[in-house]
Structure formats: C-alpha cells, structure tokens
C-alpha cells in the first residue's frame, strides 16, 4: 500500500518506519526542510532505539521517502496520516490549527478517493473538524471526490516506541466507513499475524480510547505515589506494597512504580487536556484533577527531602543527579522532574552536577544560561566524574547503566556518602553495606 505521513516527529517517524519495515511505500512529509535533508542522509531528529536502522535501511530500499512536498506525495496515495503536534493551548486544551491545516491541504491535494487518518493525540471531535475542512478545500477546487476521516490514535511509549508499534497490544481505529475499515485492516494485517489485534469503533469513541487509556496509567501512578507518601509516615515500605498489589491480577505490575513524578509529552498533556474536556462538558473530573496535582507535588519530592536532610538554605553544597530526561531511553527532556529539583537546588543555593548517557545536549536547552556561566550547574562526561566532592547523588532517572554503581569507589570521591533514590532503584541494605544513607520513595531506612 502507498501511504503517507505528515510530520516526522515521534508518532510520524516511528509510524513511517515501522509501515515501511513491514511492506509498505511510505512517504514522510514535513515542512521543515532541514528535517527532511537529514532525514534523506539518515540523520534522525530524536533518539529512539532501534530508529536509526529502520529508517536508513527501508530508505535505501526505496520504501521509505522523505519529501517537503505533501501534492507529490499525493500522487498514488491510499491513505494520509495526520501525525503533527498538538501543543497545549493556555488553558490545557489540544491545540489543532496544525492538524487542520494540515487536514486542509489534503483537501487541496488528493485525486482519488483517500482515507484520511488522525494519528496524533487529538481531542473527541477532531475527526469531525477534520472531515470539515478537508470538505471545504475540495469544494474550492469543485471536486466531488470521495474521502474517509479515521482516528487511529498511537499507543508508543517512548524509548519503546520502534517494538511497540511493530507489536502493539491492539489497533484502535475509529472510523464509521465500512470502505475506509476493510482499507486500515489490509494495511495493519502484518501486525496481527498471531491474533487479529484490530478493534473497530466509532470515531469518538477511539478519540476518547486514547485519552482514556494515558490518563488511567497517569492515575495508576499517582495513586501509588500517594501511597508512597503515606507509607513513608506510616514507617511501611512501599515497595513491598508494590510487590503485594501487583500481584493482584486485576491490579497487575506495570505503571505502579512510585518515583518523583511522571514527565514527557503526553500523561501531563493529556491528563490536562482531558480536565478542559471534561470542565467543557460541565462535568468537574474530580479524580483527573488530583492525579495532576499529585504529580505536581511529586516532582517537588526530592528536592523536599534534601531540604529536610541539609536546611533550606543551600548554599556550598553540591549534588549530582544522575538522569536527566523524563524516563529512560529517550533524549525527552519535556516535563522532567529534573527539570524542576535542578531550579529548585540552584535557587537554594546549591551547585548541581549533572550526567545523563543521552540527554546532556537537550537539557542545555531546559535551564537559564546563568546556570552554566556562573558554574551552579555542570555537566559531567562519565557519572563518576559527576560524583566527585559531591554531599549526595540523586537519583532521577533510571537508565540501565546506574543499575550496578561502583558504591565503594564512589564513596571515597564524595563528600558526604548520601544517597536520595527518586526512583526506588537501589537495594537499600546494600547501600547502606557501603555506607551510604539511603532516602527513597515511601520507604523507611
Ligand atoms: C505514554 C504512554 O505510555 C504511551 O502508551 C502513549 O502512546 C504515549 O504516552 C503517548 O501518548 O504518546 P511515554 O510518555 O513515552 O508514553 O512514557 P511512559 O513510559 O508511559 O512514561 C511516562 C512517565 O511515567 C515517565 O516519566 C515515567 O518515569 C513515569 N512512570 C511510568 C512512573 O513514574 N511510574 C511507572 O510505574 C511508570
């Protein structure tokens, strides 16, 4: 099948990729020329494992392009995806002149019959707004072609996202065009060859799907960093507690993990636009408004404990953070919890030393340059250049390589042999076999 996809950022990419890895011609499309000419050579915008070899092999193959022109791309296309941001509008709401636009040029473009596919996250309705202006730009051209707007939101977690979308849990696509179905299940029949992973409804309620499903894994962390916070006064460990509901079938293990907070593109994005929604609709979402403020609280968690631990007042120390994207295995700097304990520490007067294996050129970015000319905040090329004459390491993000630490040789370069785990990623006995203090999430040691 001929496809093409509009915008060649995380879901565009990924998704133009994964299509043409499993058989499809995929035509990338983005406005931004620079993009595309990298693109073309096998320079990729963003880390994702697993990105780079799909990408440059399927593009030699032929089954991948690149290209700033959506009317080439047009020529023998069967279906568009729609994969441009939706940055959040002031008041939290999805902000879709992007989609539209985009959704408008196709309008413009198209010579046959297309269906027309709404991957990125867009709120319940867009696909009617879509099919409005796809509508109106045939209508200026006098065209009575025939078109089908579909929404197949995108499941992919980032440092992931290449296996999640080769082997997704299941397929959403919404659609109310029994034409425009029998088409996306031909293209998604390589990704169901086990068993049919497709799930058909109507196009709200797949907008809706995508919503409901980032913020019920948003809410499964908030709970459990409230339990955290609970356990840690009732003197329980949480991690235990983990352990113990997890294994509750109907609870399950996954996206249970206490820590300093969720970050990335979308739980904050979505669990806010879903609030505007549903205030909209005059429905108060009393659950989704906590598990927002619970994250916000939690990203302030660390940098509590340290002030419990060293004063409020910071000045002369010095921490290391080890991680500093918002999860591991990406370069995603957007919404990190680092982001908010590094402005805290340097505006108590702290220096902050800093490393992270992929993230260091993304985080420049994050801070105010103050932080760099006056050297309050330094980034280090190994993590045990970070640790030295250090009063605590801190723990943010947890890429496989802080697994196993050197606790011994790390001890002897520091200052003061104190650990703040954000992540619960340490044992805290073997920590404290090498004379560490240990401070975790919901934990008591
Ligand atoms: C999330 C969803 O997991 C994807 O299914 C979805 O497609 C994607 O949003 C999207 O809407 O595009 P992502 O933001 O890449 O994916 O990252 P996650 O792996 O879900 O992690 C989100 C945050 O939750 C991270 O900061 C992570 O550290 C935190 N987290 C996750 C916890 O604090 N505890 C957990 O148990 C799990």
Same mark, same amino acid.
């Given at each position: 099948?001929?496809?093409?996809?509009?915008?060649?950022?995380?879901?565009?990419?990924?998704?133009?990729?994964?299509?043409?890895?499993?058989? /499809?011609?995929?035509?990338?499309?983005?406005?931004?020329?620079?993009?595309?000419?990298?693109?073309?050579?096998?320079?990729?915008?963003?880390?994702?494992?697993?990105?780079?070899?799909?990408?440059?092999?399927?593009?030699?193959? +032929?089954?991948?392009?690149?290209?700033?022109?959506?009317?080439?791309?047009?020529?023998?296309? $069967?279906? @568009?995806?729609?994969?441009?941001?939706?940055?959040?509008?002031?008041?939290?709401?999805?902000?879709?002149? &992007?989609?539209?636009?985009?959704?408008?040029?196709?309008?413009?473009?198209?010579?046959?019959?297309?269906?027309?596919?709404? !991957?990125?996250?867009?709120?319940?309705?867009?696909?009617?707004?879509? %099919? !409005?202006?796809?509508?109106?730009?045939?209508?200026?051209? +006098?065209?009575?072609?025939?078109?089908?707007?579909?929404?197949?939101?995108? @499941?992919? %977690?980032?440092? #992931?996202?290449?296996?999640?979308?080769? /082997?997704?849990?299941?397929?959403?696509?919404?659609?109310?065009?029994?034409?425009?179905?029998?088409?996306?299940?031909?293209? &998604?029949? =390589?990704?169901?060859?086990?068993?049919?992973?497709?799930?058909?409804?109507?196009?709200?309620?797949?907008?809706?799907? !995508? &919503?409901?499903?980032?913020?019920?894994?948003?809410?499964?962390?908030?709970?459990?960093?409230?339990? #955290?916070?609970?356990?840690?006064?009732?003197?329980?460990?949480?991690?235990?507690?983990?352990?113990?509901?997890?294994?509750?079938?109907?609870?399950?293990?996954?996206?249970?993990?206490?820590?300093?907070?969720?970050? +990335?593109?979308? @739980?904050?994005?979505?669990?806010?636009?879903?609030?505007?929604?549903?205030?909209?609709?005059?429905?108060?979402?009393?659950?989704?408004?906590?598990?927002?403020?619970?994250?916000?609280?939690?990203?302030? *968690?660390?940098?509590?404990?340290?002030?419990?631990?060293?004063?409020?007042?910071?000045?002369?120390?010095?921490?290391?953070?080890?991680?500093?994207?918002? %999860?591991?295995?990406?370069? $995603?700097?957007?919404?990190? =919890?680092?982001?908010?304990?590094?402005?805290?520490?340097?505006?108590?007067?702290?220096?902050?030393?800093?490393?992270?294996? *992929?993230?260091?050129?993304?985080?420049?970015?994050?801070?105010?340059?103050?932080?760099?000319?006056?050297?309050?905040?330094?980034?280090? !090329?190994?993590?045990?250049?970070?640790?030295? $004459?250090?009063?605590?390491?801190?723990?943010?993000?947890?890429? %496989?390589?802080?697994?196993?630490?050197?606790?011994?040789?790390?001890?002897?370069?520091?200052?003061?042999?104190?650990?703040?785990?954000?992540?619960?990623?340490?044992?805290?006995?073997?920590?404290?076999?090498?004379?560490?203090?240990?401070?975790?999430?919901?934990?008591?040691?």
């Amino acid at each position: 099948m001929n496809i093409t996809i509009v915008g060649t950022g995380y879901v565009g990419l990924v998704s133009g990729a994964c299509f043409s890895e499993m058989g /499809s011609t995929v035509t990338c499309v983005d406005v931004d020329e620079q993009k595309i000419e990298n693109l073309k050579k096998g320079i990729l915008p963003i880390y994702e494992p697993g990105l780079e070899n799909l990408v440059i092999e399927n593009h030699k193959e +032929g089954l991948l392009r690149f290209t700033t022109s959506l009317e080439s791309a047009a020529q023998e296309c $069967d279906v @568009f995806f729609i994969a441009v941001g939706t940055p959040p509008d002031e008041d939290g709401s999805a902000d879709l002149q &992007y989609v539209l636009q985009v959704a408008r040029n196709i309008g413009r473009v198209i010579n046959s019959y297309t269906v027309i596919v709404d !991957k990125s996250t867009v709120p319940v309705g867009t696909a009617d707004k879509v %099919k !409005k202006v796809v509508q109106e730009s045939l209508d200026k051209r +006098g065209s009575d072609l025939e078109f089908d707007v579909v929404s197949n939101p995108e @499941f992919l %977690k980032e440092g #992931a996202a290449v296996n999640d979308f080769l /082997s997704p849990d299941r397929i959403i696509v919404g659609c109310d065009s029994p034409r425009a179905i029998k088409l996306m299940k031909r293209l &998604y029949a =390589p990704f169901s060859r086990n068993r049919d992973k497709l799930i058909t409804m109507k196009v709200r309620d797949a907008e809706m799907t !995508k &919503y409901a499903v980032n913020s019920m894994l948003a809410t499964k962390i908030s709970f459990m960093n409230e339990m #955290a916070t609970i356990c840690e006064r009732l003197g329980v460990d949480v991690e235990n507690v983990r352990k113990g509901i997890g294994s509750d079938q109907r609870i399950g293990y996954s996206f249970i993990y206490p820590g300093c907070g969720y970050g +990335g593109s979308c @739980f904050p994005k979505d669990v806010n636009a879903l609030i505007r929604t549903s205030r909209d609709m005059g429905v108060e979402p009393h659950v989704l408004a906590s598990v927002a403020r619970r994250n916000s609280l939690q990203k302030e *968690v660390l940098g509590n404990k340290i002030k419990e631990r060293f004063g409020n007042d910071l000045c002369g120390k010095i921490f290391c953070i080890w991680g500093l994207s918002f %999860k591991p295995g990406t370069d $995603d700097m957007r919404e990190a =919890p680092a982001i908010v304990l590094i402005n805290e520490l340097v505006a108590a007067g702290a220096t902050v030393h800093a490393y992270d294996p *992929v993230a260091m050129t993304q985080a420049v970015g994050e801070f105010s340059p103050s932080f760099f000319q006056e050297n309050r905040l330094r980034l280090f !090329k190994t993590p045990y250049d970070a640790l030295v $004459d250090t009063d605590a390491l801190v723990l943010v993000t947890e890429w %496989k390589t802080f697994r196993q630490p050197a606790f011994q040789a790390m001890a002897k370069v520091m200052r003061q042999q104190i650990l703040f785990d954000g992540r619960n990623l340490y044992d805290p006995g073997e920590v404290q076999e090498h004379g560490f203090e240990y401070h975790g999430i919901g934990r008591n040691f």
